[in-house]
């Protein structure tokens, strides 16, 4: 089993929707989480970096956390075709210096 | 501000070669992060350097290698490719080792490596 799983889609939506991602883990000892936004051929984009559970909003975009179900999410508002990529999410664990990562999850806006 | 850059962008080598991958840091940053990321895969993590120490490294064997530089900039080298080396090479940096926290780490465009 993996550390973190990410449903890897793909997801496709329309203009204006509300796109919903998640992951699941299993190390309990993680406690800061990030979402990134990865364009084809490009790096990872850090978009949101959350610690412990709760909810974190930034423009359009929301990242919740619930660590007694081991469970994240991050809610993308007003889709826009620009924000059509692979979402990856990410996590570490206190005094630990790597991020475990996601698979990804490819999202398409339709215009 | 100047981001996280990588050279080359591309590189295509022969199965038993060795390759050298480059990575400047952003502005201000003195850690630099590297990772693989295989084609539909999320980035593993290869190792870390810090103030031009290795700070940690993941499950990669021994013929990935790195290096960090004064300036903070890095190299990593990888010996004796195999065919499954082949991927998306990813720097990350950073500033800091702040207590507890993993700091937030910025990502440059990576080196895609093909092996043959």
């Known amino acids: 089993q993996k550390e973190v799983e990410q449903d890897p889609g793909p997801l496709s939506v329309p203009e204006g929707a509300i796109v919903s991602l998640n992951c699941t883990y299993s190390?309990?000892?993680?406690?800061?989480f990030m979402w990134y936004r990865q364009y084809s051929r490009k790096g990872p984009e850090l978009l949101m970096y959350?610690?412990?559970?709760g909810n974190k909003e930034d423009g359009r975009f929301t990242a919740q956390v619930d660590k007694s179900s081991k469970y994240i999410s991050l809610f993308i508002r007003d889709s826009q075709p620009s924000d059509s990529a692979t979402y990856l999410c990410?996590?570490?664990?206190?005094?630990?210096?790597?991020?475990?990562f996601g698979a990804g999850t490819t999202v398409t806006v339709r215009a | 501000e100047t981001g996280v850059t990588q050279s080359p962008t591309h590189l295509i080598k022969t199965r038993g070669q060795q390759v050298t991958l480059r990575c400047s840091s952003q502005?201000?940053?003195?850690?630099v992060s590297w990772y693989q990321q295989a084609l539909g895969q999320g980035p593993q993590f290869i190792f870390q350097?810090?103030?031009?120490?290795?700070?940690g490294r993941g499950n990669f064997p021994p013929r990935f290698s790195g290096l960090q530089f004064p300036n903070y900039s890095s190299e990593l080298n990888v010996n004796a490719l195999e065919l499954d080396d082949s991927a998306l090479y990813l720097c990350?940096?950073?500033?800091?080792?702040?207590?507890?926290?993993?700091?937030?780490?910025?990502f440059g465009p990576g080196t895609r490596l093909t092996v043959t």
């Open positions: 502005s201000g940053h003195n850690t």
């Open positions: 190390n309990s000892a993680f406690q800061y």
């Open positions: 990410a996590m570490s664990a206190y005094n630990d210096y790597k991020l475990s």
């Open positions: 959350t610690y412990s559970s």
């Open positions: 990350a940096s950073s500033f800091g080792k702040i207590e507890g926290s993993p700091y937030e780490q910025y």
């Open positions: 350097y810090y103030r031009e120490e290795e700070n």
